[in-house]
């Protein structure tokens, strides 16, 4: 079965940190990993995304307060976010792309709320 299990989400107060994971399962063949987030009533954009190689790339908005990195052997990928403010607050969503074809797999989400 393809899923994308997320986790790590929850209630932080602004300046604070959140470290969610990401397991992959019956995906084969990942070529890269990433977060992406959905604020109300906003698109869904991208956060952070990382490859096989481990090279990453960051949001402008988020560049020196988050990073991912990816353990391959777990098919597993992480996002530490620290200083977080409250225009992070979203849904957050694991992505895998996989394949000959870069099929995107998405996990359900998990939802970060930066509040005092």
């Known amino acids: 079965q393809v899923q994308l299990v997320e986790s790590g989400g929850g209630l932080v107060q602004p300046g604070g940190s959140l470290r969610l994971s990401c397991v992959a399962s019956g995906i084969f063949n990942i070529y890269a990993m990433g977060w992406y987030r959905q604020a109300p009533g906003k698109q869904r954009e991208l956060v952070a995304i990382?490859?096989?190689?481990?090279?990453?790339n960051y949001a402008h908005s988020v560049k020196g307060r988050f990073t991912i990195s990816r353990d391959n052997a777990k098919d597993t990928v992480y996002l530490q976010m620290n200083s977080l403010k409250a225009e992070d607050t979203a849904v957050y969503y694991c992505n895998a792309n996989a394949g000959p074809y870069q099929v995107n797999y998405w996990g359900k989400g998990t939802l970060v709320t930066v509040s005092s």
């Open positions: 990382i490859t096989s190689g481990g090279s990453g």
